[in-house]
T-cell receptor, first 112, second 113 residues
Framework: DAGITQSPRHKVTETGTPVTLRCHQT?????MYWYRQDPGHGLRLIHY???????DKGEVSDGYSVSRSKTEDFLLTLESATSSQTSVYFC???????????FGQGTRLTVV | QKEVEQNSGPLSVPEGAIASLNCTYS??????FFWYRQYSGKSPELIMS????GDKEDGRFTAQLNKASQYVSLLIRDSQPSDSATYLC?????????????FGTGTRLQVTL
C-alpha cells in the first residue's frame, strides 16, 4: 500500500472555528489532491498540488485553503468551518501525470 | 455541465451477468481515464486505466474509450456479489506540469444472488 496518512481520522468541530487536515505521504509523489465526498456527489476536487508551493483550485474551493511547503505534506485548512463543510475528506497522491492515484484512509469531519 | 458525468444508479445485475457502467466527460483535452472501485466506508482503489481509443481487457474487466464521443465505459463480466460497490470514473488532464484529476459522482452496482 502507498504510504499515505491522513490526520485526524475523525474530528468534530464547532461552526466558525478553524480546522486543518493533514495529508502525509512517504512515496515522494509529485502530485497531491484534496477531495470531499458527500452522498450523491461522488468525489469533488477541492484543491490540488503539482509540486512544492504549486497549487491550484478545484471545483469546490470556496472556504478552503491549502499549503504545500514540502513534498510529503499537503495541508487543507477550513478558515472558519461551516455546517456545509461536514463531509468525508480524502487525500490522494500520484507520481506523475496520467498515472494511478492512491488514496488515504479519509477524514470524517463534522461541523456542529 | 459537470466535467465527468455518471448515472448514479443503483445498477442491479444478477450474479454471472455482465454489468455495463458508463461515463461521459466534457474536457476534450483530457488524456487519461480511470475506473476506481469504492466499497462502503473505504477508500477508492484503481480497477482500470485506459489512455487510447478502443478496448482494454484485464481479467473480467474491460474498459472502453471513445475520445470522439467523449465516452468511457467499464464492462464487468461474470459479475460476482463481491463486485457490489460504487464505481467512480476519473479523468486526468495535464496542462503544463499541472495534472487535474476529476471524478464523477459514481455508479452504485448491486450484484444480486
Amino acid at each position: 500500500d502507498a504510504g499515505i496518512t491522513q490526520s485526524p481520522r475523525h474530528k468534530v468541530t464547532e461552526t466558525g472555528t478553524p480546522v486543518t487536515l493533514r495529508c502525509h505521504q512517504t512515496e515522494n509523489h509529485r502530485y497531491m489532491y484534496w477531495y470531499r465526498q458527500d452522498p450523491g456527489h461522488g468525489l469533488r476536487l477541492i484543491h490540488y498540488s503539482y509540486g512544492v508551493k504549486d497549487t491550484d483550485k478545484g471545483e469546490v474551493s470556496d472556504g478552503y485553503s491549502v499549503s504545500r511547503s514540502k513534498t510529503e505534506d499537503f495541508l487543507l485548512t477550513l478558515e472558519s468551518a461551516t455546517s456545509s463543510q461536514t463531509s468525508v475528506y480524502f487525500c490522494a497522491t500520484k507520481l506523475q501525470g496520467g498515472t494511478e492515484a492512491f488514496f488515504g484512509q479519509g477524514t470524517r469531519l463534522t461541523v456542529v | 455541465q459537470k466535467e465527468v458525468e455518471q448515472n448514479s444508479g443503483p445498477l442491479s445485475v444478477p450474479e454471472g451477468a455482465i454489468a455495463s457502467l458508463n461515463c461521459t466527460y466534457s474536457d476534450r483535452g483530457s488524456q487519461s481515464f480511470f475506473w476506481y472501485r469504492q466499497y462502503s466506508g473505504k477508500s477508492p482503489e484503481l480497477i482500470m486505466s485506459i489512455y487510447s481509443n478502443g478496448d482494454k481487457e484485464d481479467g473480467r474487466f474491460t474498459a472502453q474509450l471513445n475520445k470522439a464521443s467523449q465516452y468511457v465505459s467499464l464492462l464487468i463480466r461474470d459479475s460476482q456479489p463481491s463486485d457490489s460497490a460504487t464505481y467512480l470514473c476519473a479523468v486526468d488532464r495535464l496542462t503544463g506540469t499541472a495534472s487535474k484529476l476529476t471524478f464523477g459522482t459514481g455508479t452504485r452496482l448491486q450484484v444480486t444472488l
